[in-house]
T-cell receptor
Framework: SQQGEEDPQALSIQEGENATMNCSYK?????LQWYRQNSGRGLVHLIL?????REKHSGRLRVTLDTSKKSSSLLITASRAADTASYFC??????????FGQGTELSVKP | DTGVSQDPRHKITKRGQNVTFRCDPI?????LYWYRQTLGQGPEFLTY????????KSRLLSDRFSAERPKGSFSTLEIQRTEQGDSAMYLC???????????????FGNGTRLTVT
């Protein structure tokens, strides 16, 4: 079963623009993580935000978390063609496993 | 490369046959996960191990699926009497969580793509 729902399902932008992806979830969480997946490959961890954190940065990535709304967003600034991939949020609510959302497919056109 | 490795990368089998996949996690990681992913979907949790103990198995998983991690290192996932609906990418991941119950980042292998004809 999937806990997270991502929005939009697909996003197409030009290089240099910012990309924002949103994730909503249903139950209380310990932390929320974002992953990236290139076609035919495994997922790569991008960033983890704990339930007591509201914002976190890593390079061109900015993640926010609103536990009252059970939602998170991932912002990629100054996007590059190499950022083209699928992006997934995943929630840790029971301390054992991660539950992934459906993903956002990002296409960055040069 | 000391990442998570999965074997084989691709497997084509006929309906009704049994298949087995192998995952070698990062050596110091005590947790190992199996996920299944179909096209356009996010990874779906199947099961996970802490060392050699299987701590949770998805209720969605039929009895045809079994996983083992006999020595707390590599793991195998077996699917018996495969069906066309089993066609998917099977992903393995490992992690080394800090003390307590919080999940740490997962390191994924590149998966085994199963096609059941």
């Amino acid at each position: 079963s999937q806990q997270g729902e991502e929005d939009p399902q697909a996003l197409s932008i030009q290089e240099g623009e910012n990309a924002t992806m949103n994730c909503s979830y249903k139950t209380s969480i310990n932390n929320l993580q974002w992953y990236r997946q290139n076609s035919g490959r495994g997922l790569v961890h991008l960033i983890l935000i704990r339930s007591n954190e509201r914002e976190k940065h890593s390079g061109r990535l900015r993640v926010t978390l609103d536990t009252s709304k059970k939602s998170s967003s991932l912002l990629i600034t100054a996007s590059r063609a190499a950022d083209t991939a699928s992006y997934f949020c995943a929630t840790d609510s029971q301390g054992g496993k991660l539950i992934f959302g459906q993903g956002t497919e990002l296409s960055v056109k040069p | 490369d000391t990442g998570v490795s999965q074997d084989p990368r691709h497997k084509i089998t006929k309906r009704g046959q049994n298949v087995t996949f192998r995952c070698d996690p990062i050596s110091e990681h005590n947790r190992l996960y199996w996920y299944r992913q179909t096209l356009g979907q996010g990874p779906e949790f199947l099961t996970y191990f802490q060392n050699e103990a299987q701590l949770e198995k998805s209720r969605l998983l039929s009895d045809r699926f079994s996983a083992e991690r006999p020595k707390g290192s590599f793991s195998t996932l077996e699917i018996q009497r495969t069906e066309q609906g089993d066609s998917a990418m099977y992903l393995c991941a490992s992690s080394h969580p800090p003390g307590g119950s919080v999940t740490s980042p997962l390191h994924f292998g590149n998966g085994t793509r199963l096609t059941v004809t």
